[in-house]
Nanobody
Framework: QVHVVESGGGLVQAGGSLRLSCAASGRTFSVYAMGWFRQAPGKEREFVAAISWSGGNTYYLDSVKGRFTISRDNAKNTVYLQMSSLKPEDTAAYYC?????????????????????WGQGTQVTVSS
């Protein structure tokens, strides 16, 4: 089992920045791809960003490209999401997801059902 804990959410003004962190613990030898998803009230969960185990491949939602950066530190079993130029529409609960198997297709990075472990979420609120 892998335990996933997010941190770093909060309230920020539009145009501001936040950095989310997600630490995995437990059976971390089975941690592969890691990603971030978000869900706003009344909306479906959506993919935000993901990163391969090596960190060599990253994937982003079109609306966050150029504003968000995902990175990881495998020595700490931690993934980060640096968010800049935040907009009110970025307001949501952000969830970290961890894959326990290797993705064979790049399309898997975008699909929540492909991930095996999830955190409890951290709230990001962007005021206008």
């Amino acid at each position: 089992q892998v335990h996933v804990v997010e941190s770093g959410g909060g309230l920020v003004q539009a145009g501001g920045s936040l950095r989310l962190s997600c630490a995995a613990s437990g059976r971390t030898f089975s941690v592969y791809a890691m990603g971030w998803f978000r869900q706003a009230p009344g909306k479906e969960r959506e993919f935000v960003a993901a990163i391969s185990w090596s960190g060599g491949n990253t994937y982003y939602l079109d609306s966050v490209k150029g504003r968000f950066t995902i990175s990881r530190d495998n020595a700490k079993n931690t993934v980060y999401l640096q968010m800049s130029s935040l907009k009110p529409e970025d307001t949501a609960a952000y969830y970290c997801a961890v894959a326990g198997t290797i993705f064979r297709s790049s399309s898997s990075y975008y699909m929540g059902d492909e991930y095996d472990y999830w955190g409890q979420g951290t709230q990001v609120t962007v005021s206008s």
